[in-house]
């Protein structure tokens, strides 16, 4: 099977991260994608980070309905932070029957030399793009395993979704009916927003 990776903390996770997940199995021509939850991301801050059991849960009603798409905890049992080209080698090596794509928004892809290990990924992997507002041009965009889509663009983040859920503001919309209520339920107290 032809699997897309897409990674993220889904903090929380939006329509952004579903309408991506789903238009890439098209443009791509993928089998499935799999929303792989990040525990820590090296780049994040945990303090700002919704609990990665209440994320994993999230992802789940989301994509409930989806057969396509899948959720992934693999990160959860491998060692902190977590790294992409760990989880990508540990993934190959456990599913030798499938091919895996790593599933980027642009943005990642202009600072992508700075990721550990990055020259790896790309000798092992190709790299499934779909642009990102405002993002100043890369020449990795030009590189053989670089595959740019035209996916849909919405420009919503996690962190505008958590501010509105910590002031008493709607959501709706936003994310699936489901993580709404979850949301609400759940985590609205104690959501953490950026300092």
């Known amino acids: 099977m032809k699997?897309?990776?897409?990674f993220g903390s889904f903090n929380p996770v939006h329509i952004g991260h579903l309408i991506i997940a789903n238009s890439m199995i098209d443009l791509a021509l993928l089998d499935e994608v799999w929303l792989v939850v990040t525990p820590l991301n090296p780049f994040k801050k945990q303090n700002e980070l919704i609990s990665e059991t209440e994320r994993l849960n999230m992802v789940k009603l989301a994509i409930k309905?989806?057969?396509?798409?899948?959720?992934s905890d693999i990160e959860f049992s491998l060692p902190k932070p977590n790294y992409t080209i760990d989880t990508l080698l540990f993934l190959k090596d456990t599913y030798p029957k499938h091919e895996?794509?790593?599933?980027?928004?642009?943005?990642?892809?202009?600072?992508?030399?700075?990721?550990k290990d990055y020259d790896l990924i790309f000798e092992n992997f190709e790299v499934l793009v779909y642009p990102r507002p405002y993002v100043p041009?890369?020449?990795?965009?030009?590189?053989?395993?670089?595959?740019i889509y035209n996916c849909p663009l919405l420009d919503i983040s996690s962190t505008y979704i958590r501010e509105n859920l910590k002031y008493g503001k709607s959501?709706?919309?936003?994310?699936?009916?489901?993580?709404?209520?979850?949301?609400l339920k759940n985590v609205k107290k104690n959501v953490p927003i950026a300092k």
């Open 3 to 6: 699997i897309g990776l897409l």
């Open 65 to 71: 309905d989806n057969p396509r798409l899948k959720t």
């Open 100 to 115: 895996f794509f790593l599933v980027m928004g642009e943005d990642n892809l202009v600072k992508f030399d700075q990721w």
């Open 137 to 147: 041009n890369t020449q990795l965009k030009i590189h053989p395993r670089v595959h």
């Open 171 to 183: 959501i709706k919309y936003l994310v699936p009916q489901h993580v709404e209520e979850y949301l």
